[in-house]
């Protein structure tokens, strides 16, 4: 079955805790994105990739990471998680480019206390 | 960089009513335009999609259609059923080097029975 996978699902965790939230797709898609929502505010895009080891920046980067060492895979790296990165992330790709349909994983809901 | 407004953000309308969401875009090169349709607790799904080289597209009940000029586009659902209820949310890119998509901060439909 085609789909986005991340885990974990939910995560509870304190300021400073650093935290890796995981995202792969079996698709052989080659563009692969996250994105945070905000009650009010949406879907905003952190980071997008276009391909192995081609990732860039979206429109709320700050105090995220991102890798893209495989096409599979993209994980979305929080080196030192604050308060207000308590979200609910998605993990979305599309076969080549953003101008596609994008796929979505189920999210992943943290809470940093 | 782009810039997309979305309303209304609540639209409430009688079962087989029609229901219409209205997006604005900012950036003339945008020429991606999909609708996501969030369930509660769900992920996005595509639902619909058009090009800018389109001025409207239809599937089954629902439809799209884009403006260039004004910059806007809007979803139209025909026969509304409850299983119609559901967040909206419309986006927009663009080709080229820098692939960023943009999301209006999404419509909550409510079909009343």
């Known amino acids: 079955e085609a789909q986005v996978t991340q885990n974990p699902r939910y995560l509870i965790t304190v300021t400073g805790k650093k935290l890796t939230v995981t995202c792969s797709q079996n698709m052989n898609h080659e563009y692969m994105s996250w994105y945070r929502q905000d009650p009010g505010l949406g879907l905003r895009q952190i980071y997008y990739?276009?391909?192995?080891?081609?990732?860039d920046k979206g429109d709320v980067p700050e105090g995220y990471k991102v890798s893209r060492k495989e096409k599979r895979n993209f994980p979305l790296i929080l080196e030192s998680p604050s308060p207000n990165q308590t979200s609910l992330y998605f993990c979305?790709?599309?076969?080549?480019?953003?101008?596609?349909?994008?796929?979505f994983g189920d999210g992943t809901r943290l809470s940093i206390l | 960089g782009e810039n997309v407004e979305q309303h209304p953000s609540t639209l409430s309308v009688q079962e087989g009513d029609s229901a219409v969401i209205k997006c604005t875009y900012s950036d003339s090169a945008s020429n991606y335009f999909p609708w996501y349709k969030q369930e509660l607790g769900k992920r996005p799904q595509l639902i619909i999609d058009i090009r800018s080289n389109v001025g409207e597209k239809k599937d089954q009940r629902i439809a799209v259609t884009l403006n260039k000029t004004a910059k806007h586009f809007s979803l139209h659902i025909t026969e509304t059923q409850p299983e119609d209820s559901a967040v909206y949310f419309c986006a927009a890119s663009r080709p080229g080097g820098y692939q960023k998509v943009t999301f209006g901060t999404g419509t909550k439909l409510q079909v009343i029975p």
């Open positions: 990739s276009m391909n192995v080891e081609v990732t």
């Open positions: 979305a790709s599309s076969l080549r480019t953003g101008v596609q349909p994008q796929h």
